[in-house]
């Protein structure tokens, strides 16, 4: 169980697989870090970094829409391969926005990383995390994920985290209940029928999913279930016949998905879910080139379906009760 943070702080835990000292290395290599810091769609160039006490790291964000955003980190504490303190936010004309400590920790050859970002008042946390959302904030570091991943592996996978204020097994039964996972799953604008439905190791499922004036037909096979925290399965588009097709928008997307969906505890009502998406099977160059690009689109697509899975639990009156101080 995760400990009850203070209303200033926002606290985000991740578990990458890999080691601490390529975490780290990720972390402060200006050649690294360029590859993933920042919201999904922003570029990275670095001025200088002087990685000690006293140094800065002095850099600017560029947004998808032109937009530049000059940053100079001042870094307090640097404990190699263990700890970083610095400010975050400010330039020479501007003061820092809040003050980050991060911790990273071996987990048997995986690496926990654990931020805290400190806020000088529970509003302006709040505020923060308001603000970290709706820009997307969360994809940098599901964007470390895919990058360490790809470092480790060569796999291209697509990542992404939401936490919810639900306890683990109702979010479990909110991925293995037709009757839920058919309520939120469908992206923004569709809704979702099971025509088949056995969700369990070895069973599979039919469905369609209609808006927009299309309708889409796809099934899917479950390779694990573990209850509480993990669901495995692959899934493909087909036609009413249940005959393999493919994307009716995107006939270069990969054939068969394979879906990861990892359940994590972050208290008795709290439940982060971890999606991973990578091409399953034979993939041709331009599939996976096809995959890299829609990061952006799978994104959005990921996100209007967790809103609709937040709503969905307040609708069923199944979410728990906010608590203002957690992440």
Same mark, same amino acid.
């Given at each position: 169980?995760?400990?009850?943070?203070?209303?200033?702080?926002?606290r @985000?835990?991740?578990?990458?697989?890999?080691p601490?000292?390529?975490?780290?290395d990720?972390?402060?290599d200006?050649?690294?870090?360029?590859?993933?810091?920042?919201?999904?769609g922003?570029?990275?160039?670095?001025?200088?970094?002087?990685?000690?006490?006293?140094?800065?790291?002095?850099?600017?964000?560029?947004? #998808?829409?032109?937009?530049?955003?000059?940053?100079?980190?001042?870094? &307090? +504490?640097?404990?190699?391969h263990?700890?970083? %303190?610095?400010?975050? *936010?400010?330039?020479?004309?501007?003061?820092?926005?809040?003050? %980050?400590?991060? =911790?990273?920790?071996?987990?048997?050859?995986?690496?926990?990383?654990d931020?805290?970002?400190?806020?000088?008042?529970?509003?302006?946390?709040?505020e923060?995390?308001? &603000?970290?959302?709706?820009?997307?904030?969360?994809?940098?570091?599901?964007?470390?994920?895919?990058?360490? +991943?790809?470092?480790?592996?060569?796999?291209?996978?697509?990542v992404?985290?939401?936490? &919810?204020?639900?306890?683990? $097994?109702?979010?479990?039964?909110?991925?293995?209940?037709?009757?839920?996972?058919? *309520?939120? !799953?469908?992206?923004?604008?569709?809704?979702?029928e099971? @025509?088949?439905?056995? @969700?369990?190791?070895?069973?599979?499922?039919?469905?369609?999913?209609?808006g927009?004036?299309?309708?889409?037909?796809?099934?899917?096979?479950?390779?694990?279930?573990?209850?509480?925290? $993990?669901?495995?399965?692959?899934?493909?588009?087909?036609?009413?016949? $249940?005959?393999?097709?493919?994307?009716?928008?995107?006939?270069?997307w990969?054939?068969?998905?394979?879906?990861?969906?990892? !359940?994590?505890?972050?208290?008795?009502?709290?439940?982060?879910v971890? %999606?991973?998406?990578?091409?399953?099977?034979?993939?041709? #160059?331009? +599939?996976?080139?096809?995959?890299?690009?829609?990061?952006?689109?799978?994104?959005?697509?990921?996100?209007?379906?967790?809103?609709? =899975?937040?709503?969905?639990?307040?609708?069923?009156?199944?979410?728990?009760?906010?608590?203002?101080?957690?992440?």
């Open positions: 169980m995760a400990a009850k943070n203070k209303s200033n702080e926002i @985000i835990t991740r578990i990458y697989d890999a601490v000292k390529a975490v780290w990720a972390w402060t200006p050649k690294q870090v360029a590859k993933w810091w920042g919201p999904r922003f570029t990275l160039t670095t001025h200088s970094k002087d990685l000690k006490p006293g140094g800065h790291w002095h850099y600017t964000m560029h947004g #998808p829409d032109g937009t530049d955003y000059i940053n100079k980190t001042h870094y &307090f +504490e640097v404990d190699t263990l700890k970083l %303190v610095y400010d975050h *936010g400010g330039n020479d004309e501007h003061a820092p926005l809040f003050r %980050v400590t991060v =911790l990273f920790s071996d987990l048997k050859g995986k690496t926990k990383m931020m805290t970002m400190t806020l000088p008042t529970p509003e302006a946390a709040d923060t995390r308001k &603000f970290i959302k709706k820009a997307g904030g969360d994809s940098t570091w599901d964007r470390l994920a895919e990058y360490m +991943e790809k470092e480790s592996s060569g796999k291209e996978k697509f992404i985290n939401r936490t &919810f204020d639900a306890p683990l $097994e109702l979010m479990f039964d909110m991925w293995t209940d037709p009757k839920h996972f058919s *309520g939120w !799953l469908a992206p923004t604008g569709f809704t979702m099971f @025509i088949r439905s056995d @969700i369990k190791p070895g069973g599979s499922t039919f469905y369609y999913m209609a927009n004036g299309i309708k889409m037909y796809g099934r899917a096979e479950y390779s694990k279930i573990q209850k509480p925290d $993990e669901i495995i399965y692959t899934q493909q588009f087909c036609d009413e016949n $249940e005959k393999i097709s493919r994307h009716p928008m995107s006939p270069t990969p054939a068969t998905m394979l879906t990861t969906v990892k !359940l994590t505890e972050e208290g008795p009502d709290r439940t982060r971890t %999606v991973t998406w990578e091409p399953y099977g034979i993939t041709t #160059p331009e +599939e996976l080139e096809t995959f890299i690009k829609a990061r952006g689109g799978m994104t959005q697509g990921w996100t209007g379906s967790f809103n609709k =899975l937040e709503a969905y639990l307040d609708e069923n009156g199944q979410k728990a009760p906010k608590q203002a101080s957690a992440v």
